[in-house]
């Protein structure tokens, strides 16, 4: 190694000058290529450098001796990010474009170097020109490949790469962008042997723009194509990290359109298994700890599960601290920690956690330029907390100051958003308790119109529309005990019944509005045969809602619960002189209270070791 660099010393300018230059500039590149010593590559970059210099600027090889020099200087500026070197790069590739015949062999692969090039460039700068450049070059080397050429699918790889980074990084999100970059990538990997060493970074990339299109077949099928990456992922690949972290966000997001929990279930399993392979220093680490904390927190929103929010919490923490001040993602992990120290709030009525949320929400703000896309979610946050803190203290200041921060997230949210059906509702709830609190009809009714907002606002399908309908006929409810409006009864009965009857959503909640629904009718309209439509509905959803997706405290609960469900719609039936129901119903109900106790009998075995009689007041 010092010999080859020691012939570098400088030479007298004879004709064979260049030629011996470029000769060891390349020996050298192969040098650094085995021993990855920045030294070596810093030489090859001078002696190529040197050589083109020398090299008569009609020289039939110039346009290889850039290219090859153009290597070099990517090859420091991925180790060193020093945007000279890019430049140089750049400008390299594209004299030796100027040298190369359009009818040239090597024009395609030309063109998509220098497009690669220029992408690099705008990862680091942002510059959109760039980015608008790196296309065009992408789409003529594809234009100048033909059919069966064995560069075709890293050429269709590579445009649709760029196309999914101007979807990202522009402002308009032209869909036309995404489709695109997803037919490219699909061509890319149909012409992709089996065995081949790209096959599982094109589907990883496949993935990421199917993700992106909103579309739920699609994301099915990313998630298939990831799970196929990480299948030709060898064990101690520095990418299975990266890929196992996809995979779990891609299974986050279909949890989130579905509610399944399986899906949530392994992209926790995918976060771990992400941050057992993350070494301690590395640059991923606070990230995928603030993804571990995500899918914890909404694991223990479905479930209660305390050990899930306390997890969601240690790696919230843990992300913050490797998170230093000045970081474009403090706002961020502040703002997720805010959100699980509310939710465990929420759940034990610690107020050490509310407090804590609340800071950590404002700071979150704090940071939070004017313009960023994250501020008006980080308002409804806080919004929320505010109003929660409202619940423990009775402060109206504290709950006039949550429903400012939910109004301002709304002046900021277009109605288009996805998220607006949701602040909406949060805004709501905020109206209803300063109802409770002042008992000025105004609030209450500014909650219900802005609930039914929230409802008309939300995609047909949605999980949320069943907490909307359960929320608004809640709403409803309590405008007509304190108005007499027979209309909203009427209304908040019809909105009990489509909340019973809806297919899609959590069971629970359904069940919840199945039972007002058969409150309501018994109440007021004590004759109506739509009452036993309503325990009907009843029971059905309490057989799917005990299941084991609840943690084991939230069961032995529902025992009690089912059993009453059961016993309520016996007599009703009996009252309607359905004797055949009101045993039906009876005889459901105890095959559902059975199938709990069996899947509970060996954790009160247990539990009667240590009091029997405190497990045989669940018997």
Excluded at 262 to 273: G, H, K, P, T, Y
Aim: glycine letters at 6%; charged letters at 25%; one cysteine or more.
């Amino acid at each position: 190694m010092a010999s080859l660099r020691s012939s570098n010393a400088p030479v007298a300018v004879t004709e064979e000058s260049h030629e011996r230059l470029y000769e060891d500039g390349v020996a050298l590149m192969e040098q650094y290529e085995t021993t990855s010593d920045l030294d070596d590559l810093a030489t090859a970059v001078s002696t190529l450098r040197r050589a083109v210099e020398l090299t008569p600027h009609n020289y039939p090889d110039m346009a290889s001796r850039l290219a090859n020099l153009c290597t070099s200087l990517l090859s420091r500026f991925e180790q060193t990010g020093d945007h000279q070197d890019i430049a140089e790069a750049i400008s390299a590739e594209q004299r030796a474009l100027e040298l190369t015949p359009e009818d040239h062999p090597d024009m395609a692969e030309r063109l998509a170097n220098l497009g690669t090039s220029i992408h690099s460039r705008f990862e680091h700068t942002g510059d959109l020109q760039d980015l608008a450049q790196a296309i065009s070059m992408k789409q003529r080397a594809l234009e100048l490949t033909p059919e069966g050429h064995p560069d075709m699918a890293s050429r269709l790889a590579g445009l649709g790469s760029v196309l999914w980074s101007r979807f990202v990084d522009e402002q308009t999100g032209d869909f036309q962008d995404i489709a695109e970059a997803i037919s490219c990538q699909r061509r890319s990997i149909e012409l992709t042997p089996d065995g081949h060493p790209d096959m599982a970074s094109r589907l990883a990339n496949l993935a990421t723009s199917l993700e992106n299109t909103g579309d739920l077949q699609d994301l099915a099928e990313a998630i298939s194509a990831e799970q196929r990456a990480l299948e030709l992922t060898p064990e101690g690949h520095p990418d299975m990290a990266s890929r196992l972290g996809n995979l779990a966000t891609s299974l986050h997001s279909r949890f989130g359109d579905t509610g399944d929990l399986q899906d949530l279930a392994e992209a926790i399993s995918a976060e771990q298994r992400a941050l057992e392979l993350t070494p301690e220093g590395h640059p991923d680490m606070a990230w995928r700890l603030a993804a571990l904390g995500s899918s914890l927190w909404a694991r223990f929103d479905r479930t209660g599960d305390v050990q899930d929010i306390a997890g969601s919490i240690s790696a919230n923490q843990r992300a913050l601290e490797l998170t230093p001040d000045g970081h474009p993602g403090r706002a961020v992990r502040l703002a997720d920690l805010g959100a699980s120290l509310w939710s465990r709030s929420k759940r034990t009525g610690d107020l050490n956690d509310l407090v804590e949320a609340i800071s950590a929400q404002q700071r979150a703000l704090e940071l939070t330029p004017e313009g960023h896309p994250g501020m008006a979610w980080r308002l409804v946050a806080l919004g929320s907390s505010l109003s929660a803190r409202f619940e423990r203290t009775g402060d109206l200041q504290v709950l006039a100051e949550g429903i400012s921060a939910q109004q301002r997230a709304l002046d900021l949210t277009p109605e288009d958003h996805p998220d607006i059906a949701r602040q909406l509702s949060n805004l709501a709830v905020s109206f209803q308790f300063r109802f409770e609190h002042a008992g000025d009809l105004q609030d209450l009714s500014e909650a219900v119109s802005t609930q039914q907002r929230s409802l008309e606002l939300t995609p047909a399908g949605h999980p949320d529309i069943l907490v909307g309908l359960h929320n608004l006929g809640r709403l409803l409810e309590s405008h007509f005990l304190h108005t007499g409006d027979i209309h909203t009864l009427n209304e908040a009965v019809s909105k009990f019944e489509t909340g019973a009857t809806t297919t899609f959503g959590q069971s629970d909640i359904g069940l919840q509005a199945a039972k007002h629904w058969a409150r309501l009718l018994e109440k007021y309209n004590p004759g109506s045969p739509d009452i036993l439509t309503a325990y009907n509905s009843a029971i059905r959803l309490t057989a799917l809602t005990t299941t084991l997706d609840q943690v084991l405290e939230n069961r032995y609960s529902q025992l009690v619960d089912t059993s009453g469900v059961a016993l309520q719609a016996a007599s009703a039936a009996f009252a309607f002189e359905r004797v055949d129901k009101a045993l039906e119903w009876l005889e459901q109900g105890r095959c559902l209270v059975w199938r709990q106790l069996t899947s509970l009998r060996t954790p009160l075995d247990d539990l009667r070791r240590h009091d029997g009689h405190l497990a045989d007041r669940f018997l």
